[in-house]
């Protein structure tokens, strides 16, 4: 999966002082993090005056710099302190900018642009009452508001706030994104998120979900290679057509349904049939749950067959014990209520409980919500980006499902088909708009394919 790489803190403190230990001064590093801030506030906030706001360790370290790049600039910028800089790299950095450093507090004056350079990674505990007084009211006074790393009171691992965090339009991050950015609740305050590479190695197998690279279609193909999805209907025949219907705009080259009885309103492309042959060995995905209702022979069946499959909905509710699903190829998609159902309240964050089910269930994890993370047992973890907030409706988790299912039955390894689905899903949404019911959603599977 390609994407931006994501790092703890710890991991970044790592990668930094890997590149210390090699010979790069710590100065350098902070002095492209904070000229790599001053170039995007330009960017993003024109030539209007800042105000940046500088905390006692690096990440104020990173605000005098930035301050000194664009005071270079001719921009005017005023910058407010919480005191002196106590790390040696902020002293640096702090001795380098000729301008005049005001006692950050209550008679701090707003500027249209505020940078918030108080905390990073460094964060232990929530800012002090009055300190959060003045960042809400210099963030409501100002036009733009920019986060340098972190939003000031984001953990940078978990995603939680620790106190009243003002929302961003923009962060700029340095060497790697960290959890927080792709985590509910941080990453809905950091806006968008610039990734400014400080020339530090970064090694993870967390990445955020970048645009997708899908094979091209074979010019001698035939429908059965392009991927069959063969999916199990239940007791509601709309949660099995919305995620047959998003298969097919998926681009597999047959969507088959097994059914008791004929579902109305089905595209003719759609091939229904009153038997469930699974070990049929042209079937590239099985699809089980949507719509499944109370009939756990399903899940069974399924699981009986060697094909991949896509376990969803009503399916995860029947599995019962992870340990069921050893050996199967599985890629299993739970929101937050089938998830902790399954696998219990787990330590750790969004992402890490979604490692520690893929690795008890062997199976590939999608833990949907606003902050979608895709899990394998082998350790890779795809973040999604932002996807919008009216994908909450009815039916959009089948959607997801059959696509999922086709982009495996298409041949792509379990992990990446998610990773793509899940990046897809969310173009689909902005495409089909804040109006969009799930069949709308299906619709515009074809256009995000075209956007990749
Ligand atoms: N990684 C990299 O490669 C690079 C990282 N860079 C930058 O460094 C940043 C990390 O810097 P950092 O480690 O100095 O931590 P930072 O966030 O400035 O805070 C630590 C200070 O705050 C204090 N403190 C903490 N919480 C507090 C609270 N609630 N209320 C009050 N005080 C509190 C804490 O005090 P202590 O508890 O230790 O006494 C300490 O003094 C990172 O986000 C990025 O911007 C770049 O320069 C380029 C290279
Ligand atoms: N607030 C939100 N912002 C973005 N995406 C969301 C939000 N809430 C839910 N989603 C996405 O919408 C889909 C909902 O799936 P699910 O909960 O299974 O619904 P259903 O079972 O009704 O289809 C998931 O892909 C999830 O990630
Ligand atoms: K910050």
Excluded at 348 to 354: H, L, R, T, V, W
Aim: charged share 20%; net charge negative; aromatic share 4%.
């Amino acid at each position: 999966m390609s994407g931006r790489p994501i790092l703890t803190a710890e991991r970044m403190r790592a990668a930094e002082q890997a590149a210390i230990d090699a010979g790069m001064p710590v100065e350098t590093l902070m002095e492209r993090a904070g000229a790599a801030l001053a170039e995007a506030t330009v960017r993003f906030g024109a030539p209007l005056p800042v105000l940046i706001l500088c905390g006692p360790g690096n990440n104020g370290g990173d605000g005098y710099v930035a301050a000194r790049h664009l005071a270079d600039r001719g921009i005017r910028v005023r910058v407010a302190a919480l005191g002196d800089p106590k790390s040696d790299a902020a002293k640096w950095a702090r001795s380098k900018f000729n301008g005049e450093v005001e006692q950050l507090g209550a008679e701090t004056g707003r500027a249209p642009i505020l940078i918030d350079c108080l905390f990073g990674t460094g964060l232990k505990k929530a800012l002090q009452p009055d300190l959060v007084e003045q960042l809400l009211r210099l963030s409501t006074d100002a036009s733009v508001c920019i986060a340098c790393d972190l939003p000031s009171g984001a953990e940078s691992d978990s995603g939680e706030l620790l106190n009243d965090v003002p929302g961003f339009g923009l962060t700029v991050t340095f060497g790697a994104l960290k959890p927080a950015h792709r985590l509910m609740p941080a990453m809905n305050k950091c806006g968008r998120v610039v990734l400014a590479d400080i020339g530090l190695a970064i090694d993870t197998a967390w990445r955020e979900i970048g645009r997708p690279d899908l094979p091209p279609l074979d010019p001698a193909g035939h429908k059965y290679s392009r991927g069959l999805v063969h999916a199990l209907a239940g007791k509601m025949p709309g949660a099995i057509a919305l995620s047959t219907v998003a298969a097919a705009r998926s681009g597999a080259g047959y969507v088959r349904v097994s059914t008791s009885r004929a579902i109305d309103g089905l595209p003719s492309a759609i091939v229904q049939t009153d038997t469930a042959i699974l070990d049929d060995p042209r079937i590239g995905c099985i699809l089980v749950g949507p719509g499944m209702g109370e009939i756990p022979q399903l899940l069974t069946l399924a699981l009986t067959a060697r094909a991949p499959k896509v376990i969803d909905a009503d399916a995860i509710g029947q599995v019962g014990d992870a340990e069921r699903l050893r050996g199967q190829d599985a890629i299993l998609t739970p929101h937050s209520g089938e998830f902790v159902r399954l696998f219990g309240k787990l330590p750790g964050n969004k992402a890490e409980q979604a490692l520690e089910a893929a690795c008890r269930s062997g199976a590939v994890v999608v833990y949907k919500g606003p902050d979608t993370v895709v899990a394998s047992p082998d350790g890779r973890i795809g973040f999604a980006p932002p996807a919008p907030a009216w994908l909450a409706s009815a039916g959009t988790g089948d959607v997801l499902a059959g696509m999922i299912a086709a982009l495996r039955a298409r041949g792509l390894e379990a992990f990446e088909a998610a990773c793509a689905a899940v990046w897809l899903h969310g173009r689909a949404a902005e495409i089909a708009g804040p109006h969009m019911i799930a069949d709308d959603l299906a619709a515009a599977i074809p256009a995000a394919l075209d956007l990749r």
